[in-house]
């Protein structure tokens, strides 16, 4: 009776370092799937001023169709889609025009743009970052080849972080 009782205690030991073992293994296969990669300011900067570009050309489009067949543009009159249900990097944007109360960034890149056109200068895009956990995308909008407002992108890091690593 000792004998089997002694062999169903190791039988059941023994069931169990498998298990153990096959559950450390699946593990560390999940790990090594899941490598983790580096990413360095310059690389995330970069990737988003590339996602602030394509998120404000795409308002772009849909605001010049908006728009298209009138020939006078106001700011307030402009449906924007639903772009932050589509992408979870996106925490806000809006398109900012001269009637609009802006943050001190928006300000000052809004100020630049005016000292720009007085001067004919060429308008361009701007990343700034505006805390550790956000930047701020900025892009001059064109209605009929005149300035009329800039768009203002706001992006989350730890989402860019996210979609950068997958």
């Given at each position: 009776?000792?004998?089997?009782?002694?062999?169903?205690?190791?039988?059941?030991?023994?069931?169990?370092?498998?298990?153990?073992?096959?559950?450390?293994?699946?593990?560390?296969?999940?790990?090594?799937?899941?490598?983790?990669?580096?990413?360095?300011?310059?690389?995330?900067?970069?990737?988003?001023?590339?996602?602030?570009?394509?998120?404000?050309?795409i308002l772009?489009?849909?605001?010049?169709?908006?728009?298209?067949?009138?020939?006078?543009?106001?700011?307030?009159?402009?449906?924007?889609?639903?772009l932050a249900?589509?992408?979870?990097?996106?925490?806000?944007?809006?398109?900012?025009?001269?009637?609009?109360?802006?943050?001190?960034?928006?300000?000052?890149?809004?100020?630049?743009?005016?000292?720009?056109?007085?001067?004919?200068?060429?308008?361009?895009?701007?990343?700034?970052?505006?805390?550790?956990?956000?930047?701020?995308?900025?892009?001059?909008?064109?209605?009929?080849?005149?300035?009329?407002?800039?768009?203002?992108?706001?992006?989350?890091?730890?989402?860019?972080?996210?979609?950068?690593?997958?």
């Amino acid at each position: 009776m000792k004998n089997i009782l002694f062999l169903l205690l190791l039988f059941s030991l023994s069931c169990r370092q498998t298990m153990e073992k096959k559950e450390l293994e699946s593990v560390g296969n999940e790990l090594q799937n899941r490598k983790i990669k580096r990413i360095t300011e310059a690389q995330l900067s970069t990737f988003a001023y590339e996602k602030g570009q394509q998120l404000t050309q795409i308002l772009d489009q849909s605001t010049q169709k908006q728009f298209e067949q009138q020939t006078d543009f106001l700011c307030q009159n402009i449906a924007f889609e639903g772009l932050a249900q589509r992408y979870e990097f996106l925490i806000s944007y809006r398109l900012i025009c001269d009637s609009v109360k802006m943050d001190e960034k928006e300000t000052q890149i809004w100020q630049a743009y005016q000292q720009n056109l007085a001067n004919k200068q060429d308008l361009s895009e701007n990343l700034q970052k505006i805390s550790p956990e956000a930047y701020l995308f900025t892009r001059p909008f064109f209605f009929k080849k005149q300035f009329r407002g800039m768009w203002s992108v706001v992006l989350s890091k730890k989402e860019l972080v996210k979609l950068y690593q997958n």
